[in-house]
T-cell receptor, first 113, second 118 residues
């Protein structure tokens, strides 16, 4: 069965650089989510898109932006990277409402040096 | 306020024994969903089991079962016949409605690190 595809798996960037993470959700899932998981932390919700429109926003820094494209893939753009942005970034997808499964991608491990 | 509480930062269990991981939740919505995910050291988030607030029976998936006590707002995960490969971080999560409209998202507890000893 198709899963949520994230790329790249690992990314190393220097401070003040820009990073772009990509996510391809499960076909027919109408909602995409982005989560950030710091070392030893639980995943924190950043932003979501329902049918290509932003549907909810969490604790996402202003330096971050995201969008969902016509082919349903989503990108998380992070600018002016800081050391504290080093984390595991997950994309997930589901079919609303009352989803019984949220499928997560394998994550992108971002290291800012 | 924390909506999902996992009070056990770490748990140890002997191989082949059963273990219960605790999860309590807080919500005023009559319709909600509770999830358990496993996160091995490799980092991926693996879905284990789901319990809907209106589901009549406790959920089961192979060696995983959910002890759902609605009045107590608890949704404990029971792993039977533990295996060495069960050693991982386990997160309890709840589906909640956004305050900004009809969208939904998952909110997670802090997690429990399970170690299975041979």
């Amino acid at each position: 069965a198709a899963g949520v595809i994230q790329s790249p798996r690992h990314l190393i960037k220097e401070k003040r650089e820009t990073a772009t993470l990509k996510c391809y959700p499960i076909p027919r899932h109408d909602t995409v989510y982005w989560y950030q998981q710091g070392p030893g932390q639980d995943p924190q919700f950043l932003i979501s898109f329902y049918e290509k429109m932003q549907s909810d926003k969490g604790s996402i820094p202003d330096r971050f932006s995201a969008q969902q494209f016509s082919d349903y893939h989503s990108e998380l753009n992070m600018s002016s990277l800081e050391l504290g942005d080093s984390a595991l970034y997950f994309c997930a997808s589901s079919a609303q409402p009352a989803a019984r499964t949220y499928t997560f991608g394998s994550g992108t491990r971002l290291t800012v040096v | 306020a924390q909506k999902i509480t996992q009070t056990q930062p770490g748990m140890f269990v002997q191989e082949k024994e059963a273990v219960t991981l605790d999860c309590t939740y807080d919500t005023s919505d009559p319709s909600y969903g509770l999830f358990w995910y496993k996160q091995p050291s490799s980092g991926e988030m693996i879905f284990l089991i789901y319990q809907g607030s209106y589901d009549q029976q406790n959920a089961t998936e192979g060696r995983y079962s959910l002890n759902f006590q609605k009045a107590r707002k608890s949704a404990n995960l029971v792993i039977s016949a533990s295996q060495l490969g069960d050693s991982a971080m386990y997160f309890c999560a709840m589906r909640e409605l956004s305050s900004q409209g009809g969208s939904e998202k998952l909110v997670f507890g802090k997690g429990t690190k399970l170690t299975v000893n041979p």
